[in-house]
């Protein structure tokens, strides 16, 4: 069978804004931050650290008590998107028409239900508790949210996760990617979720000096891709989901198309558990564009993975300026983890989804707070404001994760 | 609270199912119970009661037949 062509045709997340998905957008073109203070009641020292909550989600509401009470929270943010997602795709929920024993689903999460082992440890070592709830360990699992997935939507084909760090979910993508393109699914769920705001988990990061710091006043502004002032990443918690789509299925049940899904490039450094490499990431854009059948000239936005770390921002721009070359000084780049935080396992779904409304809007949202340029990052365009009515043809999604995994994500627009 | 009550208010709780539903003659499963809930229940039953119920524990079928085998353990373990 021949190469099929993969329309995108549902996108759902759960906003930390609040509102739905266009809101989403808005709030990102306005260069509005979701960076909030965080302060928990842990004991006997507080969390206090700026991160990025989804407040306005509560799952029973969303999802049912019934069903969330099955399901670690990252579970739940993934599920309640992916059920956004199947709806803006216009898909049933409840008996299909259709047979969906081939339909799939592939998921990303870089932490999978640690929220409900740390209720865990907290019964047996600070309650002094013998035993844990029943349900711990299907709570916890990293494959629960794609479970919960396949069982509501009723997708008989692979239930799959992925946890490759900051990449999970771009490489849970690129992975349906070529299950649709290949025939063998015409129809793919697929993105990820994680709740990084287990305490031991924030400790974890914060141990590791990557965190960016701030309080009440500051918290907002704390994630600063990019900038000479840059302190670190801002952890959050969040969902997102695509729907990709074989597109003669696509074209043939009347589906909505918002871009079509490309190209997929994945590498490893293999040379360093943190430490970045420009060759590794030149590696997964150049396979990412050829996969596509792209050139440098065709895209005109690219979504970095920009974490506002002091090594990973300027290891990303210097791979880019190696793959673009003389075009790097006008290329269009943003980090929008600027406003909406790194999600973890759901950072690269949440920035597929930006990626694809950039390029349906033919609008690209900014990297906020970038007022002073570090030297070392300097050498394409950075987006500091957003840019309205943009020839957009294609652009690109850029994840790079501990462990040297890199993973490159190609959309084209609509013509 | 009577063995009863615990299972009302349990149901309620996890699946929404209104209290005068939950009556003696009611199969478990009708009500929602699949095994996985049924785990809960007893976990619930065993923290509030104090008791413990053998691994090897036959599933009762029904309201009744659950609450019977509380109110009999409790006697037994109480």
């Known amino acids: 069978m021949g190469q099929r062509r993969v329309a995108i045709t549902g996108l759902g997340l759960i906003s930390p804004y609040g509102g739905d998905l266009s809101d989403f957008f808005a709030h990102l073109l306005a260069g509005e931050s979701a960076v909030r203070f965080l302060r928990t009641d842990d004991i006997p020292r507080p969390l206090a650290i700026p991160f990025v909550s989804c407040t306005a989600f509560d799952a029973n509401t969303s999802l049912g008590r019934p069903l969330a009470g099955t399901m670690d929270r990252f579970a739940q943010l993934g599920t309640a998107a992916a059920f956004n997602a199947w709806e803006d795709a216009g898909l049933s929920r409840g008996q299909p028409a259709e047979d969906r024993e081939n339909w799939g689903v592939a998921w990303g999460t870089a932490l999978g239900g640690t929220l409900a082992y740390e209720k865990g440890y907290k019964e047996l070592w600070q309650k002094g508790r013998e035993r844990v709830s029943p349900l711990s360990v299907i709570l916890g699992m990293n494959n629960a949210a794609n479970a919960h997935i396949s069982i509501q939507l009723g997708l008989g084909g692979v239930s799959m996760s992925h946890t490759v760090a900051c990449a999970s979910s771009a490489i849970a993508i690129g992975e349906a990617f070529r299950r649709v393109r290949s025939g063998e699914a015409p129809v793919m769920l697929t993105g990820g979720s994680d709740a990084p705001q287990a305490y031991g988990v924030a400790r974890a990061w914060e141990a590791l000096r990557v965190m960016a710091s701030g309080d009440e006043v500051t918290s907002p502004q704390a994630c600063r891709p990019y900038s000479a002032n840059r302190t670190g990443l801002v952890l959050g918690e969040g969902g997102a989901a695509l729907v990709l789509e074989d597109w003669e299925h696509a074209i043939a049940r009347g589906a909505r198309i918002h871009a079509e899904m490309v190209g997929y490039g994945t590498s490893c450094d293999h040379s360093h558990l943190v430490r970045p490499e420009v060759a590794g990431q030149v590696r997964a854009l150049n396979l990412a564009l050829a996969d596509a059948g792209l050139t440098t000239d065709d895209i005109g936005y690219v979504n970095a993975h920009g974490t506002a770390t002091a090594e990973g921002d300027p290891v990303e721009i210097a791979a880019l300026k190696v793959v673009f070359g003389e075009r790097s000084t006008c290329l269009p780049v943003s980090g929008t983890k600027s406003m909406h935080g790194h999600q973890l396992g759901a950072a690269g779904a949440i920035e597929a989804i930006v990626t694809v409304l950039a390029l349906r809007e033919q609008a690209i949202p900014p990297t906020a707070h970038l007022v002073e340029l570090d030297p070392a990052c300097a050498g394409v365009d950075h987006v500091t404001t957003a840019r309205h009515r943009q020839p957009l043809r294609a652009a690109l999604s850029n994840s790079f994760a501990f462990g040297g995994s890199n993973a490159v994500l190609a959309f084209r627009a609509l013509s | ?78």
């Open chain 2, 1 to 78: 609270m009577d063995s009863l009550g615990l299972i009302r208010e349990f149901l309620q709780d996890r699946l929404g199912v209104e209290p005068v539903r939950v009556l003696s003659e009611a199969p478990l499963n009708s009500l929602g119970v699949d095994s996985l809930m049924m785990l809960e229940l007893i976990f619930e039953f065993e923290d509030r009661f104090g008791i413990t119920l053998s691994k090897n524990l036959k599933s009762p079928k029904t309201v009744g037949e659950m609450a019977a085998l509380m109110d009999r353990l409790r006697s037994e373990q109480g």
